[in-house]
């Protein structure tokens, strides 16, 4: 069997930890070694706003550990990461470059939604359960910030991040005139609390029946508590978590050391970090807690296993960015049946015109979020809504999906209607020369459909595309006459025509209307 020796790093906020793994082509890993070394990021960025020269010669020296630790055991590929204490640090393209000259090493710095897929992706697989009629959360808390995220087996449906880590709330504390009256824990709860009151009309409103905690504090809890894994988690009941909490409160640093058995690097912030995890359950209305068996870089192996083994997921990507994008047109009330007839007929003209453009199945999934949300822009006003559109999509999250690939999403939207794209426009002059290409192929491709439901009343019932010589025969089924469809098709057909070089025809077959 051919194997690939892999590591993943990840510079946390407390703790730079490495894990080697041995990939295997038939998806598996198997961890070879495992080290953590504490670090000073997450103070230096959330306290200082910078990482400090002594913090970056002392992660250039973790580093370069780590690196000769990967050739002893003859690792192939090495993946560092960083987030958000890197990220979010005034310094932080000194660190990469500092880190890069001395090591060779490249880090990634991740995105909350790019460390939510890790997460995601990999407790998927850890479910044993099918179950897709409730809504589970990811509660992930770190130093900087706290990401919730909502999804219903295999996609997620909302995912939000918050500013309340615990070194964040302790900055936050220390700069409040009043800290010194109020006790940081009664604080800590206040801002939590108002954290996610603040998000509760954006969550969905099924019953969420379980909270899965990620972080280095709550697997040191577990160890507290003597708790040991069963199926791939460990369960801590909110009582517990309680007792844990009201003895934390009363303790310094030193005490929860030793009368607790915390580890050093993970004790000053444990209190903190329990309570927030706390605060998430009885906000959430849950009676428990579940600890995967895993941390990030974990999550990373698992990717990169998925990765040696040729693992394709187009079907679920598929999926994902067409819930994702329902999700982001509702937020902003759009015509859902229209929006999903203008996906049939794009569907319907991407397939049958394969031949033409010679897309893949992935810009296919970008032409769904362009159909989709083409009108969103309406709920900011109906003059030049394709412009609003365009900005609505830039602004949104999509799921396994690139910034890139947001961008593209963003002018389709944007040509759906008017103007065609030009060079002298710079959201569609900031792409690549390829991504402009399927830009205009897209745009072609939806101008079309949305035209055939141009009065919103979803008249077409099927279509038909013939192609021949330098024409392309449109023949559709409808149970009406379609004389604003046929106006609009003609005024929309321009951009497919003027790309491809053909002549489109409308042919109307119509129908008996259904009783």
């Known amino acids: 069997m051919e194997c690939k020796r892999f590591a993943a790093i990840d510079l946390g906020s407390e703790s730079i930890c490495m894990t080697i793994a041995e990939l295997r082509e038939n998806g598996s890993s198997e961890t070879i070694e495992e080290t953590r070394q504490p670090s000073l990021l997450g103070k230096n960025s959330f306290y200082k706003g910078k990482i400090s020269r002594d913090t970056i010669n002392s992660c250039i020296h973790t580093l370069q550990q780590y690196k000769q630790l990967c050739r002893e055991y003859g690792v192939e590929e090495i993946h560092v990461v960083a987030g958000t204490a890197v990220r979010e640090s005034i310094n932080a393209d000194i660190f990469i470059d500092n880190i890069a000259m001395a090591t060779g090493l490249t880090v990634h710095i991740l995105s909350s939604n790019s460390q939510t897929e890790y997460v995601h992706r990999t407790l998927v697989k850890k479910l044993n359960d099918k ?254 809504h394709h412009k609003h559109s365009q900005y609505i999509v830039s602004t949104q999250n999509f799921y396994y999906y690139s910034e890139e690939d947001r961008r593209i999403i963003a002018n389709i939207v944007r040509y759906h209607r008017k103007t065609l794209p030009k060079t002298t426009h710079s959201d569609y002059s900031s792409l690549s020369h390829k991504n402009r290409m399927i830009v205009c192929k897209l745009a072609a491709i939806l101008r079309i459909a949305d035209s055939l439901d141009n009065n919103h009343k979803q008249v077409v019932e099927d279509l038909t595309v013939t192609i021949k010589k330098k024409s392309i025969y449109i023949d559709i089924k409808t149970t009406d006459g379609l004389p604003i469809e046929e106006y609009s098709f003609n005024a929309k057909k321009d951009l497919f025509e003027d790309f491809f070089g053909f002549q489109v025809l409308l042919q109307n077959n119509a129908i008996a209307k259904h009783t």
């Open 131 to 384: 179950d897709c009629s409730n809504y589970r959360c990811i509660a992930e808390v770190g130093a900087g910030n706290v990401i919730i995220t909502i999804f219903d087996r295999d996609f997620i449906l909302y995912s939000t991040t918050l500013p309340i880590g615990a070194l964040r709330a302790k900055q936050l504390f220390m700069q409040e005139e009043y800290h010194q009256e109020e006790g940081f824990a009664k604080y800590l709860r206040f801002i939590v609390e108002h954290e996610l009151r603040a998000m509760v009309k954006l969550i969905p409103v099924k019953k969420i029946i379980h909270i899965y905690g990620i972080g280095q504090e709550l697997e040191e809890l577990s160890r507290v508590l003597k708790i040991s894994h069963q199926q791939n988690f460990m369960r801590i009941e909110k009582k517990q978590l309680e007792d844990i909490c009201h003895k934390a409160e009363k303790y310094s640093t030193d005490e929860i050391i030793h009368r607790m058995n915390v580890s050093d690097d993970l004790a000053e912030n444990f209190y903190s970090i329990c309570s927030i995890f706390l605060s998430i359950i009885k906000f959430l209305e849950c009676e428990e807690i579940f600890i995967p068996d895993f941390t990030l870089k974990d999550c990373i192996v698992s990717r990169a296993a998925d990765t040696f083994n040729g693992v394709k997921d187009d079907n679920l990507l598929e999926k994902q960015i067409i819930i994702n994008s329902q999700n982001i047109g509702r937020t902003f009330n759009y015509d859902e049946a229209h929006a999903l007839k203008v996906l049939e007929l794009s569907m319907k003209l991407f397939d049958q015109t394969l031949s033409l453009h010679k897309l893949t199945p992935h810009e296919k999934c970008l032409l769904m979020a362009g159909a989709i949300l083409h009108d969103t822009g309406l709920a900011i006003s109906n003059r030049s």
